[in-house]
Each structure stands twice: as C-alpha cells, then as structure tokens.
C-alpha cells in the first residue's frame, strides 16, 4: 500500500454545522487519481449505536 499512495492530506475539522465534518485528500503515485473523502462524525455515531 505504501508504494501506491504518495501522500495523505488530513485538513482541520469544521463543527460550523453543528457536527463535526473532516476532509481527507488521498493521492496516489503515478497520478491515476485522487481520493477526496469528506468524514462525518453524525454518521460514526449513528454506526456505533447500531451495534
């Protein structure tokens, strides 16, 4: 997995919606493409009250 990905961005977080929300930039070597992942705390929480 090392070998594929040149580097991982993590940004701040922003609460400006009332829960917090953190984007995540994933980009891979050799330029085949790059990964953008908006994380959603409100969602986590709803997974783990589920199990």
Known sequence: MHEL???I???ASDKS???RQQK???YF???VAIA???LDR???DKRKKAT
């Open 5 to 7: 990905i040149e580097r």
């Open 24 to 26: 995540v930039d994933i």
């Open 42 to 44: 409100r969602d986590y």
């Open 36 to 38: 953008s992942v908006v």
């Open 17 to 19: 919606s009332g829960h």
């Open 9 to 11: 961005e993590v940004h």
């Open 29 to 31: 070597r050799f330029r």
